[in-house]
């Protein structure tokens, strides 16, 4: 482990990135000596979805897991007090589900990506009937530890929704219709049935320090598909992700344990979204057509004909390569040739924007979590402040991600911003983090760890890390 200079944080986009990254010391100052102050961080326990897992790239493979923000935190905390563990439900090399490569970019300047296969799976389970069509889950290399759960038990797609979800780990769920996730699979014993809660409940026994970044997931089907599939952001969802979120709070809290808890982002921080923002968007186009065309979507309503994007409409970034494409439609009884989303009457598809109402949905949902989650880290847990804004009891990561695609941030002479590929912090999903993004990630724990509970935690250095994860 390397040893930097300390950092505050702040909530100032790029700036909060930047604070967290730059690691030099000044002239002639000696970095101060590694100390956890007044937790003991021996069991590190790490309790998430995606992002904690280590996904990069649409993928998981044994260096995402590696460059995971929880594992890069553990290396941290190890130097801090000796004798420290933390364990992952490693791959093996060379196994892993497969991921996003780069294939170029478009003539706008879009990047374009492929998929490189992940080597063969014990097994495969395909849904003819899913949203969006046919989907496959693939059953990946088992880890059978039964007397050892990881300490990382970041699961890929896992819902809090499903925290009470029996056999969702055990194969005899994998049918095509089916509660089953196979990375929740990989982690336990063959055969187990244990819920999720479960799991953590019997992880968190030994547990001394935890850090909390949970529920993306199960909003982020919705998103990915245009408001197409996943589960409908409402009253119903909110209720059952506050009620589930406490749930699992008051296992990890137990007995005063200390931990950081973190709120979601933002959903139009991802580059996902915020790629492809309505008026900014049509504003590339028209620079790099040279023309005053208008981008038009389908009207959410299903009338068929097209309306002028509005700077409230996001359209997916995955689609953005195939805006301007002559496609065929049908008009007048006549098939006519026309470029997708530049004329009204081939307008974007539904399934391909995030309109007005879809963002305005999903959003009161996060907005409602992320506030549940202060006030139980305020109220119920007494759980230091750390002294963020809006809320201050919560590790804010909608300070950490870059919010724009136009900002920028030298860091150590390396820039970073939001732009996928080239802006070095999120990956080529539009969505996960790069394992310099990752490293930011764990610096912002890192700092919320020391205001928190007084420690002297150094901070990673980010420009160390690869940009790319496989």
């Given at each position: 482990?390397?040893?930097?200079?300390?950092?505050?944080?702040?909530?100032?986009?790029?700036?909060?990135?930047?604070?967290?990254?730059?690691?030099?010391?000044?002239?002639?100052?000696?970095?101060?000596?590694?100390?956890?102050?007044?937790?003991?961080?021996?069991?590190?326990?790490?309790?998430?979805?995606?992002?904690?897992?280590?996904?990069?790239?649409?993928?998981?493979?044994?260096?995402?897991?590696?460059?995971?923000?929880?594992?890069?935190?553990?290396?941290?905390?190890?130097?801090?007090?000796?004798?420290?563990?933390?364990?992952?439900?490693?791959?093996?090399?060379?196994?892993?589900?497969?991921?996003f490569?780069?294939?170029?970019?478009?003539?706008?300047?879009?990047?374009?990506?492929?998929?490189?296969?992940?080597?063969?799976?014990?097994?495969?389970?395909?849904?003819?009937?899913?949203?969006?069509?046919?989907?496959?889950?693939?059953?990946?290399?088992?880890?059978?530890?039964?007397?050892n759960?990881?300490?990382?038990?970041?699961?890929?797609?896992?819902?809090?929704?499903?925290?009470?979800?029996?056999?969702?780990?055990n194969?005899?769920?994998?049918?095509?219709?089916?509660?089953?996730?196979?990375?929740?699979e990989?982690?336990?014993?063959?055969?187990?049935?244990?819920?999720?809660?479960?799991?953590?409940t019997?992880?968190?026994?030994?547990?001394?320090?935890?850090?909390?970044?949970?529920?993306?997931?199960?909003?982020?089907p919705?998103?990915?598909?245009?408001?197409?599939?996943?589960?409908?952001?409402?009253?119903?969802?909110?209720?059952?992700?506050?009620t589930?979120?406490?749930?699992?709070?008051?296992?990890?809290?137990?007995?005063?344990?200390?931990?950081?808890?973190?709120?979601l982002?933002?959903?139009?921080?991802?580059?996902?979204?915020?790629?492809?923002?309505?008026?900014?968007?049509?504003?590339?186009?028209?620079?790099?057509?040279?023309?005053?065309?208008?981008?038009y979507?389908?009207?959410?309503?299903?009338?068929?004909?097209?309306?002028?994007?509005?700077?409230?409409?996001?359209?997916?970034?995955?689609?953005?390569?195939?805006?301007?494409?002559?496609?065929?439609?049908?008009?007048?009884?006549?098939?006519?040739?026309?470029?997708y989303?530049?004329?009204?009457?081939?307008?974007?598809?539904?399934?391909?924007?995030m309109?007005?109402?879809?963002?305005?949905r999903?959003?009161?949902?996060?907005?409602?979590?992320?506030?549940?989650?202060?006030?139980?880290?305020?109220?119920?847990?007494?759980?230091?402040?750390?002294?963020?804004?809006?809320?201050?009891?919560?590790?804010?990561?909608?300070?950490?991600?870059?919010?724009?695609?136009?900002?920028?941030?030298?860091?150590?002479?390396?820039?970073?911003?939001?732009?996928?590929?080239?802006?070095?912090?999120?990956?080529?999903?539009?969505?996960?983090?790069?394992?310099?993004?990752?490293?930011?990630?764990?610096?912002?724990?890192?700092?919320?760890l020391?205001?928190?509970?007084?420690?002297?935690?150094?901070?990673?250095?980010?420009?160390s890390?690869?940009?790319?994860?496989?």
């Amino acid at each position: 482990m390397k040893n930097f200079c300390l950092n505050t944080w702040s909530r100032t986009g790029l700036a909060a990135v930047a604070a967290l990254a730059l690691n030099a010391c000044a002239p002639g100052q000696d970095a101060p000596t590694p100390t956890v102050g007044t937790i003991n961080v021996s069991r590190y326990l790490a309790v998430g979805d995606s992002y904690t897992a280590g996904l990069s790239a649409g993928g998981l493979t044994l260096a995402s897991q590696q460059y995971s923000y929880p594992n890069l935190l553990a290396q941290q905390l190890q130097g801090a007090q000796p004798g420290a563990t933390f364990s992952q439900p490693l791959l093996a090399a060379g196994a892993g589900t497969g991921y996003f490569d780069l294939a170029g970019f478009s003539t706008l300047g879009f990047p374009r990506t492929r998929r490189v296969p992940g080597p063969a799976v014990r097994r495969q389970v395909i849904n003819p009937a899913a949203c969006g069509g046919a989907d496959t889950v693939r059953l990946f290399t088992r880890t059978d530890a039964p007397n050892n759960l990881p300490q990382n038990l970041g699961v890929p797609g896992l819902r809090l929704a499903q925290l009470n979800v029996a056999n969702l780990g055990n194969e005899t769920s994998a049918t095509p219709t089916g509660a089953f996730n196979p990375y929740f699979e990989r982690i336990l014993p063959a055969n187990d049935s244990r819920t999720y809660l479960r799991v953590v409940t019997d992880a968190a026994a030994s547990a001394t320090f935890f850090t909390y970044f949970l529920g993306l997931d199960d909003l982020m089907p919705y998103v990915r598909s245009g408001g197409q599939c996943g589960t409908a952001p409402n009253s119903t969802l909110t209720n059952q992700l506050r009620t589930n979120a406490k749930t699992l709070l008051d296992v990890l809290t137990a007995g005063g344990r200390p931990g950081i808890i973190a709120s979601l982002p933002d959903l139009n921080t991802l580059p996902l979204l915020r790629t492809g923002r309505g008026f900014s968007l049509q504003k590339r186009l028209q620079d790099s057509y040279h023309d005053n065309a208008l981008l038009y979507i389908e009207d959410p309503f299903g009338s068929g004909v097209g309306q002028p994007i509005t700077n409230d409409d996001y359209v997916l970034a995955t689609t953005l390569p195939r805006i301007g494409q002559l496609t065929p439609v049908v008009v007048g009884g006549s098939t006519l040739m026309l470029p997708y989303g530049r004329d009204e009457r081939n307008p974007l598809r539904d399934a391909d924007v995030m309109d007005y109402d879809e963002m305005n949905r999903v959003s009161g949902v996060l907005s409602s979590y992320n506030n549940e989650l202060n006030r139980l880290a305020r109220d119920v847990y007494k759980m230091p402040s750390l002294n963020t804004s809006p809320l201050p009891y919560l590790l804010d990561t909608s300070g950490v991600m870059p919010g724009y695609v136009g900002e920028s941030i030298s860091v150590g002479g390396v820039q970073y911003s939001a732009e996928p590929v080239r802006g070095n912090f999120f990956s080529l999903d539009y969505y996960s983090l790069t394992p310099r993004g990752n490293a930011l990630l764990a610096n912002a724990f890192i700092s919320a760890l020391n205001r928190a509970y007084n420690a002297k935690i150094p901070a990673i250095d980010t420009n160390s890390l690869p940009s790319v994860a496989q």
